[in-house]
Structures are given as C-alpha cells and as structure tokens.
C-alpha cells in the first residue's frame, strides 16, 4: 500500500493571519472565553498558518498566543490547542521527552518520531537498551529518503541479505535487520518485503516474530505494520488509547494532531472497517472539532461527576454559550445523557446560585 496523504485540516484559501490573531484577541478578552470562536480558528487552520497567527498575536499585540490559550482554557481542551499551536518538530520532541521522564518508556512513541536531533540520540541511549537502543539511534541518526524511487534489483539483494541473517542461518543476525528496517524508505520497503515472501515462502512478520523476541522484535513489527499500512496502524493505537481502565488521553491527542495534515483522513476510514464504528463517535478530542455542542455537554457532564462540583466550569460554559448555542448544548446534553440539563444543574447547586443558572439554562 502506497503512503497516503489525506489530510483532515488543509488551512483555508483566504487566509489573514492579523484577522485571526484579532478574533482570538477579542475571544479571550474580557470576562469569559469564546471556545467556539478558539476552535472554529484554530482547527481549521493548518500548523503553518497558526504559526503566522502566533506572529501576528505577538506583533500586534505584545502578547504570547499559547501564554494567553493556556491562561483561558483548561483540561484536555487546552492540551488538544496547545498541541495544535506547537510547529510539529517541537511538539513531537516534547512528547517524546514526556515519555523518557516518565515511568518506563513509550515505544510505541518512540518509532513514530521523524523531527531528530543529536541529544535526543543520546537521551535515548540512556533509556534504552541493547538491540533495540541500536535500532533507534540507527532510526534518529540516519534518514530515509522518501523520495528516492524503488530499485526492484536492490529490493532483492536486500530481502536475500535478511533471509540470510534470520531463517537462513543458525541465530540471527539483528544488525542486519535494524539496518534495513532502519534506513530503507517505505516505498523500498514494501518492495523489499515483496521479495522477502518470493525467497522465503513466509511473510517478514512472521519471519521477525520466529527469529527475534522482546522490545526488539515489537520495534520492527511496528515499523513493518507502518510501511504495510500506516492508516491502519494508527488506527490501532487510537483503539488502544481507548480500551482498558480509563481513557489515554495523550495518545489520542498526539494521533489526531500530529496526523490530521498528514492522513487523519485516511486513519479514520481504516478505524470504522476494523471496529464498525466511526472515530468520531469514540473519540471525544473529536467532538471539539465535529460537534462543539455535544464537546460542551461532555465538559458540563464531567464537571458534575465525582467528589464535587466544579462550579468555575459550570459558570463559564453557561454564561458564555448563553448568546451563542446554550439551547443546541441543552439538546445535546439529553440525548447524550438521558437528562435535562436542568435538572443536573439544580440537583448539583443551591439557593440563589442555583437560581442565577437555571435562568439562564432557560425552560426544559
């Protein structure tokens, strides 16, 4: 399968990053924050063009944009903004030094980074270990040139070369392995694994999986599955991110943003044939962009659950979506819940507090 570019967020034609940079201005002034007008901007735009944006909001205003994002929102939504505002090499970077400073370390992370720097190398050696350290420092040292067509003679010399370090032979020669895995591009790659199959009669996974064990192995399978089919790899991890106790929040939030210039498109297609559902209905980070109204009642919902109320948030959303779209997020609330939004609000306030919100959340 050839790589896919079919991209969710393309930027917009007309666009006037002093515009933008106003309209997010007059979004945070003053009392209150317009989070429809923050995600109308900011998720329709490409990274490129929030940079420009970023400029303007200094230039003109002697502000720093992400300084004043982060001062206004809060949660999983100011994650998913900030992700958004970051330029892709320094958001990619900070998330794979989360995930070094962490317990343990996030493999799966780690072979999805294309932004490298030499320090990096160097973090990495000390997080890791034998093989599968001498593969991700062969993975940010080097580069692949994607651009480069595919030799059919060399594809062969090179499946020979792994057949003669794996099933060919008594043990197995890792380096030989890391080396192409690590160097080729896709496109050789696919070619390569083509001929693997003529020579050996097996697939590459099932060579990897018989011949090499541990982290190691996960690593190569993984950078296998992405050459086969990258769409449906990522598709995978969003399903991961989602199963189990509690929500991966990160992980979805770094799939959706890294890739949605990339083949989000594509990620989602691939997620609905494996799980019979659509992304968008699993995933919440997707609501901000897909269903404003629906992303507010999750957040109003949430501020009512578990030990206490979070009024601020209670406060914020009704007062400030009372002129814009408070009557769609009260529909959206009882069809998600099963609830008037009222009668939460009233079972979870009191007095005249309670009263100043029932009145603006208006009739059932």
């Known amino acids: 399968m050839a790589t896919v570019h079919e991209p969710t967020v393309v930027g917009v034609s007309s666009f006037n990053a ?3 940079a106003a309209a997010l201005r007059a979004a945070m002034k003053g009392f209150g924050t317009d989070e429809d007008a923050i995600i109308e901007i900011l998720t329709s735009r490409s990274n ?3 940079q420009a944006i970023s400029k303007a ?3 003109e205003y002697g502000r720093d944009l992400i300084d004043d994002l982060k001062s206004e929102l809060g949660g999983h939504f100011e994650d998913v903004i900030v992700a958004l505002m970051l330029p892709p090499a320094e958001y990619l970077c900070k998330e794979l030094h989360h995930c070094m400073e962490g ?3 996030d493999e799966n992370l780690k072979l999805m980074k294309h932004y490298i720097t030499v320090p990096l190398a160097e973090h990495m050696c000390s997080e890791t270990s034998g093989d599968f350290r001498r593969l991700l420092t062969l993975i940010v040292t080097g580069a692949r040139d994607e651009e480069a067509g595919v030799d059919a003679a060399r594809a062969a010399e090179a499946a020979q070369q792994l057949y003669d370090a794996g099933e060919g032979k008594w043990g197995t020669d890792e380096e030989i392995f890391n080396k192409i895995l ?3 591009s896709f496109g050789q790659l696919r070619a390569i694994f083509e001929e693997y199959k003529n020579i050996s009669g097996r697939t590459i996974e099932q060579a990897i999986k018989a011949e090499i064990s541990g982290e190691l192995a996960d690593a190569l399978s993984a950078i296998v599955e992405c050459v086969e089919n990258s769409a449906a790899w990522f598709a ?3 399903r991961g991110s989602m199963q189990g106790m509690g929500t991966d929040d990160r992980s979805l939030i770094r799939i959706i943003v890294s890739r949605s210039e990339r083949d989000l498109g594509a990620i989602k297609r ?4 494996l799980y019979n559902k659509t992304l968008s209905s699993e995933v919440r980070v997707l609501e901000c962009v897909e269903n404003a109204a629906a992303w507010f009642a999750s957040r109003l919902r ?3 659950q578990g030990g206490g109320t979070e009024d601020k948030t209670l406060i914020r959303i009704i007062v400030n979506r009372s002129e814009i779209d408070l009557a769609a997020i009260k529909r959206e609330y009882e069809s998600l819940y099963d609830k008037t939004l009222q009668s939460d609000v009233a079972g979870e306030t009191s007095g005249d507090y309670r009263k100043a919100l029932i009145a603006l959340l208006g009739p059932a």
């Open 18 to 20: 002093a515009e933008d």
């Open 48 to 50: 490129a063009q929030r």
């Open 57 to 59: 909001f200094t230039h």
């Open 103 to 105: 317990m343990g370390t």
């Open 182 to 184: 690590a160097h080729e």
């Open 236 to 238: 995978q991890r969003l």
């Open 270 to 273: 691939e997620y609905e044939a």
């Open 302 to 304: 949430s501020a009512m």
